[in-house]
């Protein structure tokens, strides 16, 4: 299984980012696609998560400011990161789970500016 994300960067406190993630190889019982970040210090927590044919859970500190989104046909997640604030700053990982396995990508940096 492959991650790959991209949309990280550099962003002024209030300003927005898109993150994508394309999921490829052996994901034919991909049931779960999402994300979670890692803050400096900190552990790595969920952000928002999408299960297939289910529901959608978002972390607390992100609701309201943070959409998940998914194409099937192209096995990709976004999150659209609105209304950023300096403690969204963290790497962020894209994170899916086939049959009961996780998966995580590489990590993308979010950086957000006071």
């Known amino acids: 299984v492959q991650l790959q994300a991209s949309g990280g960067g550099l962003v002024q406190a209030g300003g927005s980012l898109r993150l994508s993630c394309v999921a490829s190889g052996s994901i034919f019982r991909l049931n779960a696609m999402g994300w979670y970040r890692q803050a400096p210090g900190k552990q790595r927590e969920v952000v928002a998560v999408?299960?297939?044919?289910?529901?959608?859970n978002y972390a607390d500190s992100v609701k309201g400011r943070f959409t998940i989104s998914r194409d099937n046909a192209k096995n990709t997640v976004y999150l659209q990161m609105d209304t950023l604030k300096p403690e969204d700053t963290a790497v962020y990982y894209c994170y899916v789970r086939i049959a009961l396995r996780p998966y995580w990508g590489q990590g993308t940096q979010v950086t957000v500016s006071s």
């Open positions: 999408n299960t297939s044919g289910s529901s959608t």
